[in-house]
């Protein structure tokens, strides 16, 4: 197994600095009365996160030598998927926090019907961003982008987690059903990062299996990390209250196999993960440390 030669830091930084001058870029101050519509929507997407979804996106890319400009925007766009899901997870009527990326979520910040306002113009400019020929010339490529980053992000995929997730506090989930769960919830999405490379680099759907198995074992070893922070971790280092899965009654990885077991699992995936890389060069070298830095972060 090839072990990663990159240093995950500096590209953090990096696309976490090109994130957010492209949504500063985007998204102006305005002299009219949509100015807090604006400013609500640059407070929720600029200046935080660890971007690891753009990440991905230029990763993916980069393995058939797509123009990082034109990466940059996928990943921007799935930034503002991202990014609005969180707004409306963290509404009065979904998860009811108080806590975002180390500050005040929005509808605390401005108002609820700012907070889903916000949400909602996020999403629409997640399809305005991919449908553009800026970010393809070939609107067969354009077509294609919008229609999987439609289908991770409804009701075959996040949103369609999200409502499983507010269900099951009502009832016992066994590992299988907590993995479903996760599969769509968080999985779907970045499963979405994968395949965007492989469509801008105009690889046939046939030819995409590895980076699908990629993204599946890395999505779920995010998610077991997400849960041991949850059970485990610090408010200060997260940015986000912790023991909510706990207190909602939710069943988790980590509730179902215990730390020691879950923190094991996730190990495995992210091994299974590079595996699936075996047939790339230094090229994927970034893809194997977003794998690692998987199970390795704190927040």
Request: hydrophobic share 45%; glycine share 8%; with cysteine.
């Amino acid at each position: 197994m090839r072990e990663a030669l990159v240093s995950l830091k500096p590209e953090l930084e990096q696309i976490s600095a090109d994130i957010d001058a492209l949504f500063d870029t985007l998204l102006p101050p305005q002299p009219d009365t949509r100015a807090t519509l604006y400013d609500a929507m640059r407070y929720a997407a600029i200046g935080g996160g660890k971007r690891l979804r753009p990440l991905l996106v230029v990763a993916a890319c980069s393995l058939f030598h797509v123009d990082r400009t034109r990466a940059l925007r996928v990943g921007l766009a799935v930034e503002c998927v991202h990014v609005y899901s969180l707004i409306h997870d963290d509404l009065p009527c979904m998860d009811d926090d108080d806590l975002r990326r180390g500050k005040p979520t929005l509808h605390r910040a401005y108002d609820e019907s700012t907070a889903v306002l916000a949400g909602d113009s996020l999403h629409a400019l997640a399809f305005e961003i991919v449908a553009d020929e800026q970010t393809h010339e070939d609107p067969f490529v354009r077509v294609e982008l919008v229609a999987e980053l439609a289908r991770a992000a409804g009701p075959a995929g996040m949103a369609g987690g999200q409502m499983m997730d507010l269900m099951a506090s009502k009832s016992a989930l066994d590992l299988s059903a907590v993995t479903r769960l996760q599969q769509l919830k968080t999985g779907a999405l970045i499963g979405f990062c994968l395949e965007a490379g492989a469509i801008m680099g105009r690889v046939p759907p046939e030819g995409r299996s590895k980076l699908r198995g990629y993204a599946r074992d890395v999505g779920l070893a995010f998610q077991i990390t997400d849960d041991l922070l949850d059970a485990e971790g610090e408010e200060i280092k997260t940015g986000k209250r912790v023991n909510k899965d706990r207190d909602a009654g939710k069943e988790t990885f980590v509730s179902l196999l215990g730390p020691a077991r879950a923190r094991r699992q996730a190990e495995l995936l992210v091994d299974q993960a590079t595996e699936y890389l075996h047939s790339f060069g230094a090229e994927a070298d970034l893809l194997r440390a977003i794998a690692r830095f998987a199970i390795e972060r704190d927040h």
